[in-house]
């Protein structure tokens, strides 16, 4: 069964770094989207990217997060300068319609900002 | 804008018993309806989902939910629940016109021997 893969399973970083976490969505689907879970809170949308743009953000998505697909594979969430509340866990997921489709999501990687 | 209350943070119940997760919802347009379970240090997994028809659905694990538009409710429910079942719920809405997902504070079902 196709699925969506997150690497690294773990990221630990000093604050003021830079960290780029990397989702393979699966295959077919064409909406990609990127939600944290803060360790014992719910998890909140971040960004949503839908034929190489942004479709929607949050008010979380401020200046220092970037999303990207470089290739067709590959999808990416790009923190430019870490803080220590960014530490969570992030979930890839992914879509093959926007609307009512179930969204895939894959395994998370834990970020820990030092 | 849509918000999802889930109005059980905790629930504990013996193995066997059955057990409802209550979730409600606001929106100002037509959502669809999802309930995730997360096991410890886990993704999220689907359970189930509503988007039309029958308000009576049925997912993995032998959950079901029932939607009620008239009270903005998606509550979960099993007969009869295992050890297995340990882990944290998800009630979750997308608005029909947005493919993002708004999430519940989530609930710890913890099942007892």
């Known amino acids: 069964e196709p699925e969506v893969t997150q690497t690294p399973s773990h990221q630990v970083t000093q604050m003021g770094q830079e960290v780029i976490l990397r989702c393979v969505p699966i295959?077919?689907?064409?909406?990609f989207y990127w939600y944290r879970q803060i360790l014992g809170q719910k998890v909140e949308f971040l960004v949503s990217?839908?034929?190489?743009?942004?479709?929607?953000k949050s008010e979380i998505f401020d200046d220092q997060f970037s999303v990207e697909r470089p290739d067709g594979s590959n999808f990416t969430l790009k923190i430019r300068s870490t803080k220590l509340e960014d530490s969570a866990m992030y979930f890839c997921?992914?879509?093959?319609?926007?609307?009512?489709?179930?969204?895939?999501f894959g395994p998370g990687t834990r970020l820990t900002v030092l | 804008a849509q918000s999802v209350t889930q109005l059980d943070s905790q629930v504990p119940v013996f193995e066997e018993a059955p057990v409802e997760l209550r979730c409600n919802y606001s929106?100002?347009?037509?959502?669809?309806l999802f309930w995730y379970v997360q096991y410890p240090n886990q993704g999220l997994q689907l359970l189930l989902k509503?988007?039309?028809?029958?308000?009576l659905v049925k997912g993995i694990n032998g959950f079901e939910a029932e939607f009620n538009k008239s009270q903005t409710s998606f509550h979960l429910r099993k007969p009869s629940v295992h050890i297995s079942d340990t882990a944290e719920y998800f009630c979750?809405?997308?608005?029909?016109?947005?493919?993002?997902?708004?999430f519940g504070d989530g609930t710890t079902l913890t099942v007892k021997p």
């Open positions: 997921a992914s879509s093959e319609e926007p609307l009512g489709n179930e969204q895939f």
């Open positions: 295959s077919n689907h064409l909406y």
């Open positions: 990217f839908y034929n190489n743009e942004i479709s929607e």
């Open positions: 929106s100002s347009v037509s959502v669809y």
């Open positions: 509503y988007l039309s028809g029958s308000t």
């Open positions: 979750a809405v997308t608005n029909t016109n947005a493919g993002k997902s708004t």
